[in-house]
């Protein structure tokens, strides 16, 4: 079905609440579609203007890294600016509440931008890691505290000098195995998931809600167009997730 001509029903929004009221181990899985709704633009959105004429391989890639350093912390250091002007939006808030109301709760986020603990959630799995932290780029110390003191670009490790790095994901990376492993715990535990705003294309994390359904779980898509998971799913929301959550997770 196209996402031009997705529709979701009053009964479909009935059974979703039903079934996200009754869960006692729910998850919310939660993708670029929900930081898009907040003004934060995907990676490849995000390369405008000044930074049109560069390869995404360049600034996100260790590779690239290495080769020019200045260049991709300033790149980070935009978006982190970007990311800081940005509030949680509705979709933030309803999750967060559910939460406080279901406080086995868990969250798992492809989103790097800290959000969703704005809102208030207590739980999240951040498989992408954070862009609002760093950490030494040949792995000395783990993640870096007082980095923004530094006037270097990009500011250096305190233990070995090395440059610091964001904690993120960069292309031809793996997933933080803690991470991944929390993920994967709590889709195999779990009696609801709601995919949100994600294509759920990109593997390993597109597997987790196939993980979910193997297991037992009830799956719900909340995203305005077709996904891949729509498949599995006993209920699939057409729209955003600013919109719907709030309705179906709202007390």
Same mark, same amino acid.
């Given at each position: ?51 049109? #004429? ?30 800081? #002007? ?56 783990? #993640? ?108």
């Amino acid at each position: 079905m196209s996402g031009a001509g997705r529709r979701s029903s009053s009964d479909d929004l009935i059974l979703a609440r039903e079934l996200a009221l009754h869960a006692e181990r729910p998850v919310v899985f939660t993708g670029a579609g929900v930081s898009a709704e907040s003004g934060i633009p995907t990676f490849r959105d995000a390369l405008t203007g000044l930074w049109a #004429q560069y390869d995404p391989e360049q600034l996100a890639t260790e590779a690239g890294y290495r080769n020019d350093p200045a260049l991709v912390w300033r790149w980070y250091a935009s978006r982190r600016e970007r990311i800081a #002007q940005a509030k949680p939006n509705p979709a933030h808030d309803a999750i967060a509440d559910y939460g406080r109301r279901k406080p086995r709760l868990q969250v798992i986020t492809q989103n790097v931008d800290g959000l969703h603990q704005r809102a208030g959630s207590a739980d999240v799995i951040e498989l992408h890691g954070s862009i609002l932290r760093v950490r030494c780029l040949d792995g000395c110390a783990g #993640q870096a505290v007082g980095w923004e003191s530094d006037p270097r670009v990009p500011p250096l490790c305190a233990r070995c000098s090395a440059p610091l790095r964001p904690d993120v994901v960069w292309f031809g990376e793996f997933l933080p195995e803690a991470a991944l492993a929390r993920a994967q715990r709590a889709v195999t535990e779990c009696d609801l998931m709601i995919v949100v705003g994600t294509s759920a294309l990109v593997y390993p994390a597109a597997e987790l809600p196939f993980s979910a359904r193997r297991n037992g779980s009830e799956v719900i898509t909340v995203n305005p167009e077709s996904t891949a998971v729509d498949e599995i799913a006993r209920v699939m929301l057409a729209g955003k997730a600013g919109d719907l959550l709030p309705r179906l997770l709202g007390a």
